[in-house]
């Protein structure tokens, strides 16, 4: 038995600590190699003293949430995965805290039928409240960061409140994302609402994702961001789309254009390496569809890039955290 596992089952207690752990069964993607070690925690002292044995080793490590927005490679990754799995909310007036291994679309549910109106939009997304914090998840009209007012963090051994305005939300991107805090909560502020209306909302939702995603393969949702241009940059390539402009979008004073719309553009969707494929639904989405590894997907990943760059010279950026490549 290694030192590591040896730390972590004093920390833990026996039979916490798994060795050379399949990613692919934690992942949506159902890919990846092991991680050599792996646990779950349960709550913030077990965060605190799994972070204390990563600290003392100084072993790589990354925190995994639902396992929907994450590549791990086909050779796994060197280190200790930490799987957030506290799963307790509290509601209080219009205030709702949430620990971060809460699934987002059970909030979205929870929320609706205690008549709080704004987490709706969240039925429909995969991973957990923390992942969501991390990567300001957002669809269907909402982000994580509209309702957001604060959220708890462990950054080194320090357990701190930090309100919204200091998580820099943006888009797809947070503070988080940019440091090794550990997301441990969060608290959403929403308003007042009717039940009976808010669930329709959730079902209307899930109707529009099932509608243009392909929710039934193995992916990881959106693999790219959605470009941002400057609006001259638009200008500049507009011209190539032949005027239809179907997938592009001003937010916030910023000019986006759709990856699945760009991709679809390209004439990639249907591309296959190996078992991944770019859905032929949405062009953002690239599937397992027949026993793909993480080099396949890696492959189309690489192709669509440089697509990207040749033809129109933009360069994509992924949404999905890749580990171990
Ligand atoms: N479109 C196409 N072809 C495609 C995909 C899209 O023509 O293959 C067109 C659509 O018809 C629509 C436009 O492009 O006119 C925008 O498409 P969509 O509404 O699907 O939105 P998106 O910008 O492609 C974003 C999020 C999704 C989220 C949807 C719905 C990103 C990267 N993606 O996609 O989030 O579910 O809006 O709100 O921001 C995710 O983050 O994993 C994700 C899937």
Redesign the pocket.
């Known amino acids: 038995m290694s030192d590591v596992t040896a730390k972590l089952i004093s920390v833990l207690g026996e039979g916490r600590v798994k060795e050379d752990e399949p990613m692919a069964k934690h992942l949506n993607f159902r890919i990846g190699g092991p991680a050599k070690w792996f646990v779950e925690v349960k709550n913030i002292e077990e965060v605190q003293k799994v972070m204390e044995v990563i600290r003392e080793k100084g072993i790589p490590f990354f925190i995994l949430g639902g396992g929907s927005?994450t590549l791990v490679s086909d050779k796994g990754f060197d280190g200790l995965v930490v799987k957030m799995t506290m799963r307790s909310h509290t509601i209080d007036g219009n205030r709702v805290k949430a620990d971060a291994g809460v699934i987002s679309a059970a909030l979205a549910r929870v929320t609706a039928s205690a008549g709080l109106k704004g987490f709706e939009w969240a039925i429909?997304l995969p991973g957990t409240v923390g992942g969501a914090v991390r990567g300001n998840?957002?669809?269907?009209?909402g982000e994580l960061k509209d309702s957001a007012v604060e959220a708890t963090i462990l950054r080194g051994t320090e357990v701190m409140v930090v309100s919204a305005d200091k998580l820099k939300f943006g888009y797809?991107d947070s503070a988080i994302k940019h440091t090794d805090d550990v997301v441990l909560d969060v608290t959403l502020e929403l308003e007042q609402g009717d039940p009976e209306a808010l669930k329709q909302v959730l079902k209307n939702t899930l109707d529009a994702?099932k509608d243009?995603?392909p929710l039934y393969a193995g992916s990881?949702?959106?693999m790219?961001?959605?470009v941002e241009l400057d609006p001259e940059e638009v200008a500049s390539i507009l011209p190539l789309f032949n005027g239809e402009l179907?997938?592009v979008f001003e937010i916030d004073g910023k000019q986006r254009i759709?990856?699945?719309?760009l991709?679809?553009k390209m004439g990639l969707?249907g591309t296959r390496i190996g078992g991944a494929e770019i859905s032929k639904?949405?062009?953002?989405?690239i599937i397992n569809h027949d026993g793909a590894t993480a080099a396949d997907v890696k492959g189309v990943i690489d192709l669509v890039k440089h697509e990207a760059m040749e033809r129109f010279g933009i360069e994509m950026e992924e949404?999905v955290k890749l580990v171990g490549f």
Do not use: P
């Open positions: 927005n429909s998840a957002g669809c269907f009209g797809r994702r243009s995603q990881a949702g959106c790219f961001k959605n179907e997938g759709s990856s699945g719309w991709i679809e969707k639904e949405h062009g953002n989405f949404e």
